[in-house]
């Protein structure tokens, strides 16, 4: 089976609703994570396209995103017909975004095969990734079947859902596939080193293979009320009806991984080396980027005297460092932050607290 | 001798000419050190103006600075008579403006006793300044001689000159008085740490007080050059006249100190314990202000989260710091100054390097 052929009923279906908290002040409601230039000169979202669209055509992929991002994705993507991507009237998660997803493309093909991709992530080896997506799309055409890429841990993050890996199952189109035993939730610190160290673990990044068939069945066995409102919207015209706008908001908020993937049982993995990174804060986009001679990272115009291993970010302005180590510097119009590197995880907590002081202008 | 009647020949003059590129990126070329407001809301030159103003009428006041400053200081200083603002039409140190200033004030009034000002430095104790400057008045007023306020060393600063003090003097006007054996360059830290535990060492912070008229002798005597270009300039129509424009970059550069004070023995000192400060960098404005209950000091909006000790100047950002300590953080319109505390005395040296770089539009 070429590669051709193996996509041939395959359906991206990218998710781009994240609020992209972690890098604020570049980071905001209406312009979150995904539509970022963090690395090179194309948007996380931008990125991920380019990614797939060697095997899955433009008309086959599907954007879902918040209702407010709509217009800005839009012009991001003119090449995408603008009408593939939808804009949710509510931020319900991921389990009814995918629903309602599976519902739009088994209504337009009976044999359509979801690939689910996360909008914010970075792959380093983007032909390995299309090569075990071949795999992951042979695998799961067999109805019933989900499958889920599963992505070698590299340090024991607490952050990540983790895959336990079952029974090898063999090679498929040369890779091998594992049936999965369990998905877990985040781990404590001690329980994620014995994952890593055990080898039988992987990360859970959110990137998922099936049939939309085979997600409405187990949305009809495990989550009917959802499969349910799937019906409702599908009966008055799909997803593309005022009646989603006015059924969407009642659904229940929750991700596909408590929804589904933790109920099922035919579900495998294809172990992915693929240089994959959720880019989870500043201080992973300074790990990311080129450093100069002295350790830092510039986007923007300055110098720096005596200063060592900064992350500085300045559009506009001229910024100098004098005697400063390990700091993230993050300049925008309205709001400057600096950060530690070691506590750049936390400028959600920044986040919380300018909504707390109801600064939704900086929000 | 009333306050009132030791004043009535008393001129103050201004000197407002620095570039002050310790305060970059808040302070340029043309908004220096001496306009800046770093405490309270008046600049550091209307404070000094403030000072003086209860004991010097404002038509008894001069200002000398660079030409480029004439407009803006101006503006600044509505109340005072706008032909007393002088602007130099060449930087060449205080000698210069010094013997310009006796040949304007000595024409005007022969018994004219010029009371000497840097216009960037803050003094804590405003009144005991003008009671210590009526007995330097006072012993002035004897032609011949010249007096500095010499200041109360609180550290073995070498960024300082000092003053050697000699045979005390008995009291002027309740205020000890000590004859000056010599003036001395900004010493070594080691010699500096002699001078201030000797006890017989005091600041030189600029402050002189003399007749215009022995000023003039003092110049004749020992920079006769200098004189002849006063007399020209004064045979032309003095300080207003075109002549000046064109002789006064003639001038040598050279400081009050080199050209006179380290040349005359005729001198006294009246020690001052004014709570004088030079506010030579962000660090010591850090510790001239208020700091919250964290010992962060802030300059416009923002929060920090565990963050100590830093200094945040931002008149129109919404600034967040998270985990940083003893950081200095400016930022204007058009550049961003991240600096350790402890290295806020190089800030010079990145305002060196901007003009290598050729960046005058952030100088």
Known sequence: MAIDSVFKHAYGVVIAGGSGTRFWPLSRRRHPKQLLTLFGRQSLLEQTLARIQPIIPSNQIYIFTRAPLLQNIRRLLPRLPSNQIFGEPASRNTAPTLAVAAQEIARRD?????????????????ALFRRLLAAACRVATEPGRSVVLGLKPTRPETGFGYIRLGRRQGRVAGREVFHVE???????????????????YLWNGGIFIWKAATLLENFQRFQPDMAGLVRQIADAGGIRSQVFRRLYPKFQKISIDFAIMEKISDIYAVPADIGWNDVGSWAVVYELSRQDSEGNVRSGVGFSLDSQHNMLVSPKKFVVTIGIHDLVVVETDDALLVCTRERSQDV?????????????DLL
Chains 1, 2 share one sequence.
């Open 348 to 360: 959600g907590k920044a986040v919380q607290q300018l909504e707390r002081l109801g600064r939704d």
């Open 110 to 126: 009976p044999e359509g095969l979801m690939v689910v991709l996360p909008s914010d992530q970075i792959i380093a080896k983007p």
């Open 182 to 200: 369990s998905f877990t939730e985040k781990p404590a610190l001690a329980v994620a080193r014995r994952y890593v160290a055990s080898g039988r």
